[in-house]
């Protein structure tokens, strides 16, 4: 396998092609919320629902998607769908985005609006 400058053996297409997938899933706002949310701790459907803003039967869907990729697992208390972080490594990689693009935002200047001219 041919190696980069840095000397590392460039990933296999394989592993791209699973990396891709993953990227794939979180490039949704919902799915990235939802990843956000359950990185604090376990939650159901319902009350993942109320925090991400969405309808049931939507968060229902991301939260299937995830799963099937193994990005979130489940199981089942009494009645209740308990959802959970299924790869830490991933949690830690949205973490570090969505933390360098809050920082960013936050040092950025406000942007300049142009005056709207009044009509009279």
Request: aromatic share 4%.
């Amino acid at each position: 396998m041919p190696e980069n400058a840095a000397g590392f053996e460039d990933p296999s297409a394989e592993v791209l092609a699973e990396a891709a997938a993953a990227f794939g899933l979180l490039a949704s706002p919902a799915r990235l919320h939802l990843m956000w949310a359950l990185a604090e701790g376990e939650s159901d459907v319902t009350h993942l629902a109320d925090r991400v803003g969405g309808a049931l039967p939507a968060v229902s869907q991301h939260l299937a998607k995830l799963k099937l990729a193994g990005l979130v697992g489940s199981r089942r208390e009494g009645r209740r769908q308990v959802y959970f972080i299924g790869d830490p490594d991933v949690v830690a990689l949205v973490r570090l985005m969505v933390e360098q693009l809050t920082a960013r935002s936050a040092q950025a200047p406000a942007p300049v609006r142009p005056l709207r001219r009044s009509g009279g």
